[in-house]
């Protein structure tokens, strides 16, 4: 049986620095990956204990607690009311990511947009289909070929830029003259800092941009980064009934189901919007502590990254993203090469927040005494 042509993981490559980071006197500081290191919220995992007698299946198409949850949420983000029918939890966004051109019925002789810059799993997404991935500018889709299925990340990993109202519009503009599906993977939406973005991080699904119609149009987001719930896998898909009733049907065949607990749970977070600000004030001041440090030692932030969980940082003489990535290492911080993200982001590097205060800190200190390293 012959083997999928899928890229190495590439995070594989990164060990050689990681392992030079960890001989750090003082320790690593893993800033590598988007993973949460908070508490999950006490409310929210009471909610998993209170559902934990879960002797039955669950839902694929998810309980009605969860689903008008998340009718509630976009309502809270200005999203066109789609109703019971287009809404479920899905187990985490990754794995919608990954699914969803297959689930929608694409293969071989088919095309799938991806953002030149962007999280991995947009193009692993659409060779599981069998069809073929091709890297576009999101800012100009006059430039862009015929497609299928266009994938929008917005705001956008690595790079934290975020597409404007009238971007989004061009985008669902272009796929409704040609019949394609867009899905707009918004899981950082909730953490928006600077500009506009600060104050609202605009939706494929807003009714200025979609006129109230979502035929043709998802949403995915995750609950990992605004509730600390990476380890319970919850997310969610939000779009044209039409379409989550495709991908629905084709759920129930594989067994894709978020545990009942874990529904439960989501069902709490969705709707409870203090701890999200909490948390979205922790990852603020880490932010600010970083900003601090890699403008002393002569980094940049690129100008368009205004949300998100991550720095994308590059320097005005040094245009390899391994070798920031050896300097870095060097100080005991693992940073993640623009490499992983598409021929587009070489020569930057992207820089997590998600540590703890004292670890980035500790980074914030190591990169200022070393402003020369990068000098």
Same mark, same amino acid.
């Given at each position: 049986?012959?083997?999928?042509?899928?890229?190495?993981?590439?995070?594989?490559?990164? @060990?050689?620095?990681?392992?030079?980071?960890?001989?750090?006197?003082?320790?690593?500081?893993?800033?590598?990956?988007?993973?949460?290191?908070?508490?999950?919220?006490?409310?929210?995992?009471?909610?998993?204990?209170?559902?934990?007698?879960?002797?039955?299946?669950?839902?694929?198409?998810?309980?009605?607690?969860?689903?008008?949850?998340?009718?509630?949420?976009?309502?809270?983000?200005?999203?066109?009311?789609?109703?019971?029918?287009?809404?479920?939890?899905?187990?985490?966004?990754? *794995?919608?990511?990954?699914?969803?051109?297959?689930?929608?019925?694409?293969?071989?002789?088919?095309?799938?947009?991806?953002?030149?810059?962007?999280?991995?799993?947009?193009?692993?997404?659409?060779?599981?289909?069998?069809?073929?991935?091709?890297?576009?500018?999101?800012?100009?889709?006059?430039?862009?070929?015929?497609?299928?299925?266009?994938?929008?990340?917005?705001?956008?990993?690595?790079?934290?830029?975020?597409?404007?109202?009238?971007?989004?519009?061009?985008?669902?503009?272009?796929?409704?003259?040609?019949? @394609?599906?867009?899905?707009?993977?918004?899981?950082?939406?909730?953490?928006?800092?600077?500009?506009?973005?600060?104050?609202?991080?605009?939706?494929?699904?807003?009714?200025?941009?979609?006129?109230?119609?979502?035929?043709?149009?998802?949403?995915?987001?995750?609950?990992?980064?605004?509730?600390?719930?990476?380890?319970?896998?919850?997310?969610?898909?939000?779009?044209?009934?039409?379409?989550?009733?495709?991908?629905?049907?084709?759920?129930?065949?594989?067994?894709?189901?978020?545990?009942?607990?874990?529904?439960?749970?989501? @069902?709490?977070?969705?709707?409870?919007?203090?701890?999200?600000?909490?948390?979205? *004030?922790?990852?603020?001041?880490?932010?600010?502590?970083?900003?601090?440090?890699?403008?002393?030692?002569?980094?940049?932030?690129?100008?368009?990254?205004?949300?998100?969980?991550?720095?994308?940082?590059?320097?005005?003489?040094?245009?390899?993203?391994?070798?920031?990535?050896?300097?870095?290492?060097?100080?005991?911080?693992?940073?993640?090469?623009?490499?992983?993200?598409? *021929?587009?982001?070489?020569?930057?590097?992207?820089?997590?927040?998600?540590?703890?205060?004292?670890?980035?800190?500790?980074?914030?200190?190591?990169?200022? @005494?070393?402003?020369?390293?990068?000098?």
């Amino acid at each position: 049986m012959a083997s999928l042509a899928l890229p190495e993981f590439p995070w594989n490559a990164l @060990a050689p620095a990681k392992e030079r980071a960890a001989s750090h006197p003082e320790g690593i500081c893993d800033l590598s990956v988007g993973t949460p290191v908070d508490p999950t919220p006490d409310f929210i995992r009471d909610a998993l204990g209170e559902a934990s007698d879960a002797h039955a299946y669950p839902q694929v198409i998810g309980t009605l607690e969860v689903r008008e949850a998340i009718l509630e949420w976009g309502r809270g983000r200005r999203m066109v009311d789609v109703g019971l029918a287009g809404v479920i939890p899905t187990i985490g966004s990754k *794995e919608a990511v990954a699914w969803i051109p297959l689930l929608l019925g694409l293969g071989p002789g088919d095309a799938v947009l991806v953002p030149e810059v962007a999280y991995p799993t947009y193009d692993i997404g659409a060779r599981l289909a069998g069809a073929t991935p091709i890297p576009v500018d999101p800012r100009d889709p006059a430039s862009w070929p015929d497609a299928r299925l266009v994938f929008v990340n917005s705001p956008g990993n690595p790079d934290g830029s975020v597409l404007t109202l009238e971007q989004l519009r061009a985008i669902r503009e272009w796929a409704r003259a040609r019949g @394609a599906i867009v899905v707009s993977d918004e899981c950082y939406a909730a953490l928006g800092w600077e500009g506009p973005a600060a104050d609202e991080v605009p939706s494929l699904l807003d009714a200025r941009v979609c006129d109230s119609d979502p035929s043709g149009l998802i949403v995915l987001y995750s609950l990992s980064k605004q509730s600390n719930l990476a380890g319970y896998r919850a997310a969610l898909a939000y779009g044209d009934p039409a379409l989550i009733a495709q991908i629905v049907e084709a759920r129930k065949h594989a067994g894709l189901m978020v545990p009942a607990p874990v529904q439960h749970a989501m @069902a709490l977070a969705l709707v409870d919007g203090a701890h999200v600000a909490e948390q979205k *004030e922790r990852y603020r001041r880490r932010r600010e502590r970083l900003l601090a440090a890699i403008e002393a030692a002569g980094l940049r932030n690129d100008g368009n990254s205004v949300a998100g969980l991550y720095l994308w940082l590059s320097h005005p003489r040094i245009s390899d993203s391994w070798e920031l990535v050896d300097a870095f290492a060097g100080l005991g911080i693992l940073v993640a090469p623009g490499d992983f993200y598409g *021929e587009a982001a070489k020569g930057r590097v992207r820089m997590a927040l998600t540590a703890t205060d004292e670890r980035i800190a500790s980074a914030a200190e190591r990169i200022e @005494a070393a402003g020369p390293l990068f000098g």
